[in-house]
């Protein structure tokens, strides 16, 4: 472990109060060396994961300083955490911090035994100068980094040095054309949601009025099990999720997550992503004691219309037919 990867461990430990866990035997320095050794649980790189984003949050309470991009993915994480459900999070969880430099990050399930996903970003930079301010940034954590929480080392590091890679001799007229050319980038997302079941009239009704309001088209299927997917853009999925969840079930979860990026995200570039008109309630069928079991074959071949026919394995682990 390089010599400033172990001082930003004991960073961490002292304005963490302790709740990174791999950091938190300040009186026993051994226990920071075994990190790099000792192989972590998926539960205890969830928990370091959130310690860490409990603790930017804490030293940059501004959202122009720091900021989740991805609310879904940060409640996922902890449910995963809190061992809840087994159900591994189905995204990396993302957010910005700001140093003058905007640095884009991604945590991936398995940090921080591995690296985080870190892109600096900014008008100021020539394309080429982006790509070699990225690559010696990724050397760095390499070499200091490797197997304990890093983004305070990642954030002082581009503090430090990112300015010596903006070529002095820009002229104002090639900043504004570089700022300009900065194209807003709009998630589309589409949410393959699991219950136990869907009996309920009520929470049908939210379920079709919900995505409405959100301008949210898919399917429910009701019945047992319950069948929920909606596809628009990520703010919308993420508030349709955030109000489902809150209601009471005896189990529910996502079972899969698309995302794609929309460069300018135009309303035109969004409809040719969807692969449903509107949020229907559609029924396949239904059999069983109370009527409450629907024809699966019939929900596989609606799938298979509709190009997500791969969906179906996901859910019931079976290829349809």
Same mark, same amino acid.
């Given at each position: 472990?390089?010599?400033?990867?172990?001082?930003?461990?004991?960073?961490?430990?002292?304005?963490?109060?302790?709740?990174?866990?791999?950091?938190?035997?300040?009186?026993?320095?051994?226990?920071?060396?075994?990190?790099?050794?000792?192989?972590?649980?998926?539960?205890?790189?969830?928990?370091?994961?959130?310690?860490?984003? *409990?603790?930017?949050?804490?030293?940059?309470?501004?959202?122009?300083?720091?900021?989740?991009?991805?609310?879904?993915?940060?409640?996922?994480?902890?449910?995963?955490?809190?061992?809840?459900?087994?159900?591994?999070?189905?995204?990396?969880?993302?957010?910005?911090?700001?140093?003058?430099?905007?640095?884009?990050?991604?945590?991936?399930?398995?940090?921080?035994?591995?690296?985080?996903?870190?892109?600096?970003?900014?008008?100021?930079?020539?394309?080429?100068?982006?790509?070699?301010?990225?690559?010696?940034?990724?050397?760095?954590?390499?070499?200091?980094?490797?197997?304990?929480?890093?983004?305070?080392?990642?954030?002082? =590091?581009?503090?430090?040095?990112?300015?010596?890679?903006?070529?002095?001799?820009?002229?104002?007229?090639?900043?504004?054309?570089?700022?300009?050319?900065?194209?807003?980038?709009?998630?589309?997302?589409?949410?393959?949601?699991?219950?136990?079941?869907?009996?309920?009239?009520?929470?049908?009704?939210?379920?079709?009025?919900?995505?409405?309001?959100?301008?949210?088209?898919?399917?429910?299927?009701?019945?047992?099990?319950?069948?929920?997917?909606?596809?628009?853009?990520?703010?919308?999925?993420?508030?349709? =999720?955030?109000?489902?969840?809150?209601?009471? =079930?005896?189990?529910?979860?996502?079972?899969?997550?698309? *995302?794609?990026?929309?460069?300018?995200?135009?309303?035109?570039?969004?409809?040719?992503?969807?692969?449903?008109?509107?949020?229907?309630?559609?029924?396949?069928?239904?059999?069983?004691?109370?009527?409450?079991?629907?024809?699966?074959?019939?929900?596989?071949?609606?799938?298979?219309?509709?190009?997500?026919?791969?969906?179906?394995?996901?859910?019931?682990?079976?290829?349809?037919?």
């Amino acid at each position: 472990m390089g010599a400033s990867g172990a001082l930003h461990c004991g960073a961490v430990t002292r304005l963490g109060a302790g709740r990174v866990r791999a950091c938190a035997g300040a009186t026993a320095p051994s226990s920071a060396v075994m990190l790099g050794t000792t192989e972590m649980t998926n539960q205890e790189e969830a928990e370091m994961q959130i310690s860490e984003l *409990d603790l930017l949050s804490s030293m940059f309470p501004y959202e122009e300083e720091f900021a989740v991009t991805d609310q879904l993915a940060l409640a996922e994480l902890k449910h995963y955490a809190e061992n809840e459900s087994a159900e591994v999070p189905s995204s990396k969880v993302q957010f910005v911090l700001n140093v003058e430099f905007s640095m884009a990050c991604a945590l991936p399930f398995k940090y921080p035994t591995v690296l985080p996903e870190i892109t600096v970003r900014s008008s100021l930079l020539s394309r080429s100068q982006q790509i070699h301010l990225n690559s010696d940034l990724k050397t760095y954590l390499m070499q200091n980094c490797s197997g304990e929480p890093c983004m305070l080392s990642a954030r002082q =590091w581009v503090k430090d040095y990112a300015a010596a890679y903006i070529d002095k001799e820009l002229s104002s007229s090639s900043m504004t054309t570089a700022s300009a050319i900065q194209a807003e980038v709009t998630t589309f997302t589409r949410l393959w949601i699991y219950s136990h079941h869907i009996y309920n009239k009520q929470k049908r009704k939210n379920i079709i009025d919900w995505a409405k309001e959100l301008s949210l088209s898919g399917f429910c299927m009701p019945g047992k099990p319950g069948v929920v997917c909606v596809e628009g853009l990520q703010s919308n999925c993420e508030e349709f =999720w955030s109000r489902v969840r809150r209601l009471t =079930w005896k189990r529910i979860l996502i079972r899969h997550r698309e *995302d794609v990026s929309l460069e300018g995200g135009g309303h035109a570039e969004i409809q040719n992503q969807r692969k449903f008109s509107t949020l229907e309630e559609k029924c396949f069928d239904a059999h069983g004691a109370r009527g409450n079991h629907m024809d699966l074959g019939q929900l596989y071949h609606f799938l298979e219309e509709k190009g997500c026919a791969d969906i179906f394995q996901m859910y019931f682990g079976v290829e349809g037919h």
